[in-house]
């Protein structure tokens, strides 16, 4: 199983940008995918997280920022983000639970993706 993120970039402070993720492999199903985000010197934290279901959940310092969506079809997760601030700067990391086989579900990171939010 592959788990590829993009989009990140530089961006000014206000501005918007969308983080799509994309799983591939073989992928018996797709359970929770969310994003999370490092910034220098602090710990990794959740930004958004769906359920297979399509229930949310948003950290608090993102709440009405960001949203977050997923097409079961093709395994996809994308975190949109708008009204973006310096604080939101870091390296934003794409997370699945993916079962391989009914019995068996691995935790999957991607590779990061860089956001730089300018003043």
């Known amino acids: 199983v592959q788990l590829v993120a993009s989009g990140g970039g530089l961006v000014r402070a206000r501005g918007s940008l969308k983080l799509p993720c994309a799983a591939s492999?073989?992928?018996?199903?797709?359970?929770?995918m969310g994003w999370y985000r490092q910034a220098p010197g602090k710990q990794r934290e959740l930004v958004a997280q769906i359920t297979s279901g399509g229930s949310t959940n948003y950290a608090d310092s993102v709440k009405g920022r960001c949203t977050i969506c997923r097409d079961n079809g093709k395994n996809t997760v994308d975190l949109q983000m708008i009204r973006l601030k310096t604080e939101d700067a870091a390296v934003h990391y794409c997370?699945?639970?993916?079962?391989?086989?009914?019995?068996?579900?691995?935790?999957?990171w991607g590779q990061g993706t860089q956001v730089t939010v300018s003043s």
């Open positions: 492999g073989s992928i018996f199903r797709i359970n929770d």
């Open positions: 997370n699945t639970f993916i079962q391989v086989s009914r019995s068996y579900e691995f935790e999957y």
